[in-house]
């Protein structure tokens, strides 16, 4: 650029303090700038993105000055793919690589669900056996009902309607969706596969250079450790911290199959965006974020409403009917149930409704809900652990944008690009530094 007057503007976009450089050879605004003083004259704009004062990347674009307001937070559209700095991602990253090489209750390899569809609302359900014929008590004191006996045991009454929810049960059972350890492959070649999203960092960074990053994270043993009782996976201050700064640079979304309420209780960050009930549930930020289209965002998306009446009722039956079932644990989870149990092949089951929702589904809501449906820019990351999170991964992999990464210590099919083990720590600010 030429020598010109500036005109510095500060503006906040993604957490970076962005200054507006504004080229004015042929145009004096008046001082405190406004818009509306060149109305329909051609203005060219260079944008600095200084993040934390060390990265600075230049645009320069000429347009009116309407076209310079059309993005979030009066930046236009050109000025969106920006590269803030990539730490707050590694060093989230680096924390949850951090929690999962310690020591767990629950290994992740038997934290998968079950997830079993209900057709139609139950009563009378005898899910468990009487008291005559309860499951057998394992050692831990849990109970070791196999999920086959379980469905077997699925002889509920009334029953064509619930003859419809136990096949529904059974075409989605386990034996086909469960996330299972990948018997095809042995660590060394799954990894060539799913290398480690920490040392493939230069890689990622190569390819999101330009590009809107936004974040999708799921809570139970991505955030928090997967522990025996569920009301204790708390995360870490650390991993909070973690998750605080990249809102402060990227959008971000909790994305779990925990109540909304539940998960939010954990994570207690306001300027995320949380969906809840396996994505059943979305709301937006309510305090703070750069991305929030009002001042307190409401709930934005609930397609699983008209089934409340009906998950209600399936709790208590469930309820009633683990109550004397020593290890059983019932979770409402608002749009769905868990249920969670022990020493058997399965932990916890999963009922949901059978709408076509899932994980996948709500990243593209929200992805749309931020304006970046029909973007080419933009660059989404889930991080999951889960076989519920194989949704979005798929999403992802299918419009070719951003990438899954895996948390897991042992191969699992997964359409992951990456993985993240617990096994590599701390390589990375090198290289962040130099970026
Ligand atoms: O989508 P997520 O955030 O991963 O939630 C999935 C389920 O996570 C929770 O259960 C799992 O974590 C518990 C706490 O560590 C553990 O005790 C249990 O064995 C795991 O299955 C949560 O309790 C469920 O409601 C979620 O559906």
Redesign the pocket.
């Known amino acids: 650029m030429r020598s010109m007057e500036r005109v510095i503007l500060l503006n906040y976009y993604s957490g970076v303090k962005v200054g507006l450089e504004v080229n004015v050879r042929r145009l004096r605004p008046t001082w405190p700038f406004n818009w509306a003083t060149w109305p329909n004259r051609h203005v060219s704009v260079a944008v600095t993105l200084t993040a934390e004062g060390d990265n600075t990347v230049w645009w320069e674009q000429r347009g009116t000055p309407q076209d310079f307001r059309s993005g979030p937070c009066g930046l236009p559209q050109w000025a969106r793919p920006h590269q803030a700095s990539l730490r707050p991602v590694v060093s989230l990253i680096e924390e949850i690589d951090k929690m999962t090489s310690q020591n767990v209750l629950?290994s992740d390899a038997?934290?998968s669900?079950i997830n079993m569809a209900i057709a139609v609302a139950v009563s009378n359900s005898a899910l468990f056996t009487t008291a005559g014929q309860k499951p057998q008590v394992g050692p831990g004191g849990f109970i070791t009902i196999s999920r086959k006996k379980l469905l077997q045991k699925l002889e509920i009454g009334s029953a064509t309607r619930l003859n419809a929810w136990v096949d529904s049960m059974k075409a989605s059972s386990p034996t086909h969706i469960k996330s299972t350890p990948s018997l095809s492959q042995d660590q060394s070649s799954w990894i060539l596969h799913h290398p480690s999203a920490l040392e493939m960092f230069e890689q990622i960074t190569k390819a999101s250079k330009g590009k809107q990053i936004v974040m999708f994270l799921?809570?139970?043993?991505?955030l928090?450790?997967?522990?025996?009782?569920?009301d204790r996976?708390f995360m870490s201050d650390a991993m909070r911290a973690a998750v605080r700064k990249l809102a402060r640079y990227f959008p971000t979304a909790i994305?779990?199959?925990?109540c909304r309420d539940k998960?939010y209780s954990f994570v207690r960050l306001a300027e995320l965006y949380y969906a809840g009930s396996?994505g059943m549930d979305i709301k937006g930020p309510s305090k703070g974020s750069k991305y929030e289209n009002g001042a307190h965002q409401a709930v934005l998306f609930q397609p699983a409403s008209e089934f409340v009446p009906m998950i209600n009722e399936v709790y208590k039956a469930l309820l009633e009917k683990t109550k004397s079932t020593s290890g059983a644990k019932v979770?409402h989870?608002k749009f769905?149930v868990?249920v969670?149990f022990r020493c058997v092949d399965e932990?916890?089951l999963?009922i949901r409704p059978t709408i076509k929702w899932d994980?996948g589904k709500a990243l593209e809501f929200l992805l749309e809900s931020l304006g970046f449906a029909n973007c080419t820019d933009v660059f989404p990351v889930y991080i999951?652990?889960?076989r519920?999170?194989e949704d979005a991964f798929k999403v992802l992999r299918e419009r070719g944008q951003g990438f899954g990464i895996l948390v897991s210590k042992i191969p699992k099919d997964t359409n992951a690009s990456y993985s993240l083990q617990g096994a590599i720590r701390g390589k990375l600010w090198t290289f962040c530094n130099a970026w």
């Open positions: 629950v038997t934290k669900g799921d809570y139970d043993g991505t928090s450790p997967i522990v025996e009782d569920p996976a994305v779990s199959g925990r998960v396996h979770e989870n769905c868990s969670h932990k916890v999963e994980k999951g652990d889960d519920t999170d």
